[in-house]
């Protein structure tokens, strides 16, 4: 994915597409600094491809509250440049599953761990994540799982 993030970057200046580069370099730096926080565990060359999913959803979701921040102080402007560097970036993330799928495999995760309160949320939520962490919108599962635990 790192090779794909770089490629796009290349294609990007050549293209001379300024506001996907920025966004490009962005994420570049991001998954730069995550590797040096990953040397203090070891030399094991980089952090690999769960982790920079990981590292995209969370910056996904950083521009995601920007935009409602700008958009409570009526910057629009800066709200569409978040959203456009939220589609470049979503450009690189695995295909999200469907809303039914997130559905089901709550209700299984559910199921599996025997849930039955919001005190098990945390073990459903585990176990989502450890089976569907880089393809699943947890700002869409948590809802799920909150209102099959009433």
Not at 20 to 37: F, G, M, P
Not at 87 to 111: D, H, N, Y
């Amino acid at each position: 994915m790192r090779d794909k993030l770089n490629e796009a970057l290349k294609e990007a200046m050549r293209a001379k597409d300024m506001p996907r580069v920025s966004t490009l370099r962005l994420v570049l730096a991001a998954l730069k600094d995550r590797d040096i926080a990953a040397r203090t565990d070891g030399p094991d060359g980089g952090v690999g491809p769960a982790e920079i999913v990981a590292v995209l959803q969370k910056m996904i979701k950083q521009r995601r509250d920007s935009i409602e921040a700008f958009e409570k102080g009526a910057r629009t402007d800066l709200a569409d440049k978040e959203r456009a560097e939220i589609a470049v970036i979503e450009c690189f993330l695995p295909q999200q599953m469907s809303t039914e799928a997130t559905a089901a495999a709550v209700a299984a995760a559910i199921q599996e761990t025997g849930a039955t309160s919001m005190k098990d949320m945390g073990a459903v939520i585990a176990l989502l994540r450890q089976r569907h962490g880089g393809v699943m919108d947890f700002a869409k599962a948590s809802p799920l799982v909150k209102a099959a635990l009433r």
